[in-house]
C-alpha cells in the first residue's frame, strides 16, 4: 500500500494515534517499590545484622508472603533483590511475576566489629548508634555510609539506565540501603534520610517519578495497620 494514500485516509486517527502516543510519552514514570526484607533471628533479637547473611525466619516468611498478597494486583515489570539471601528469600515469592535480578550494590552495610551485638551489648551498641550516621566512618573493619550510600545511587542509575520507557519495578532491599535508594529517588540528603527513614520488616513504600514533575511517595497501609493512617 502507498503510504501518502494510506495516511491521506487515515490522516484524523493516524493524529490521534500519534498525539495519544506522544502523550503517554511525556506522562511515561518509573514506579519503584521498595520493600525490606522479612524478619530474620537476628532481627527478631535487635541484632546488629548489617552484612551478616542470615536467612528469614519462620516470621520474615510469613511476612514475605503477606507482601506476595499485598502486590497480587500490581502490575511488576522487574525486581531487584540484595545479593543476601533474606532479600532474595523474601523476593522469591514474587517469581513468575517478573523477572529476578540480584545485585550487589544492594547488599547491607557491613558494620565490622558492630556486626551481632544487640542490648545485652550495651557499651558497643551505644558507640554504634553513635557512630554509624557518620559519613566516612568505617566502623573498624566495616564500610562507611558515604560508600553505601555511592552503592545505592549506582544500583539506582543502573535500574533507571534499565527502565527508561518507565513501568513498575520492585526493590528488596534492607534497614541501611533502603532509606538511602529513598533519598536519591526524592531528592534528599542521603545522611538525612538515613537517619529520618526507618522502614519496617514488613513495610512497602512506593515512589512515582514522573518525567515531569516532582517524585511522590506512598506508603502502603495493611488492613491491621489502620492506626498508621
Known sequence: MNWLNFLGRKGPQMAALLLALACTWAHAQLSVIVVRHGQTDWNREGRIQGGTDN??????????????????????????????????????????????????????????????????????????????????????????????????????????????????????????????????LLGLAPQEGARAINQGNDEIYRIELPKAGPPQIWKLIARDRLAEL
Open 55 to 184: 536467612p528469614l525466619n519462620a516470621t520474615g516468611r510469613e511476612q514475605a508472603s503477606n507482601l506476595a498478597r499485598l502486590l497480587s494486583d500490581t502490575r511488576i515489570d522487574a525486581i531487584y533483590t540484595s545479593s543476601h539471601q533474606r532479600a532474595r528469600q523474601t523476593a522469591a515469592v514474587l517469581e513468575g511475576r517478573a523477572p529476578i535480578a540480584a545485585m550487589d550494590e544492594l547488599r547491607e552495610r557491613f558494620f565490622g566489629k558492630f556486626e551481632g551485638a544487640n542490648d545485652k551489648d550495651a557499651a558497643i551498641v551505644a558507640d554504634w548508634n553513635k557512630r554509624r550516621f557518620t559519613w566516612d566512618d568505617n566502623m573498624e573493619g566495616g564500610e562507611t555510609l558515604a560508600s553505601q550510600s555511592q552503592r545505592a545511587e549506582a544500583a539506582l542509575r543502573q535500574i533507571r539506565e534499565r527502565h527508561k520507557d518507565g513501568g513498575t519495578v520492585v526493590i528488596v532491599g534492607h534497614g541501611g540501603i533502603n532509606p538511602l535508594l529513598v533519598s536519591h
